[in-house]
């Protein structure tokens, strides 16, 4: 299945197609965002060193700094695709639902590296439009040593 955009739909887990397709997307975050790739599942970001770990200013300070090509660490700019399954409703409340997915990330640049995980997106489903409250990347090896994320994973 496919939505308006023909951005495909996974609706195995009964995930709603404007749910789904948000997560696929991420083309609207909300002032309050948060970013947050932790060194392991259970981390508490207020206590222990995260790989990332950003407000929604300093989302927009990254890619600010991405745009102007001067970002050394990629320069060249890295080729990426992404795939994104197994979206699940984790919870949900009358104003937000959180959505864990499954992703695999290649990226090349000079070598090809793959990123795998899982996300933990919660989405304000309040308002007009959806708005990303919080995003989680679990890396599936982020105990061990990590190549320069120059990027927003």
């Known amino acids: 299945m496919t939505d308006a955009a023909g951005v495909a739909v996974d609706q195995a887990a009964g995930v709603d197609p404007a749910l789904a397709a948000f997560v696929y997307l ?10 947050w790739v932790p060194r392991h599942p259970d981390a508490d970001p207020d206590a222990e060193v995260s ?8 989302i927009a300070s990254r890619i600010a ?3 102007t090509g001067a970002r ?6 890295s080729t990426m695709r992404r795939l994104i399954a197994n979206l699940e409703v984790l919870e ?4 937000t639902v959180t959505i864990g997915s499954n992703f695999a990330l290649f990226e090349h640049r000079y070598t090809t590296t793959t990123w795998a995980g899982r ?3 919660r989405i304000r489903t309040s ?5 990303l409250v919080e995003k989680t990347v679990h890396l599936v090896n982020a105990e061990a040593a990590l190549p320069t994320m120059a990027f927003l994973i």
């Open 65 to 67: 700094q991405l745009r």
């Open 127 to 131: 308002g007009e439009t959806l708005r």
């Open 51 to 58: 790989y990332i770990y950003d407000n929604r200013r300093r």
């Open 119 to 121: 996300y933990v997106h």
């Open 92 to 95: 949900h409340d009358d104003d």
């Open 26 to 35: 991420e083309a609207r975050l909300a002032d309050d965002a948060r970013y």
């Open 72 to 77: 050394h660490a990629q320069t060249p700019p």
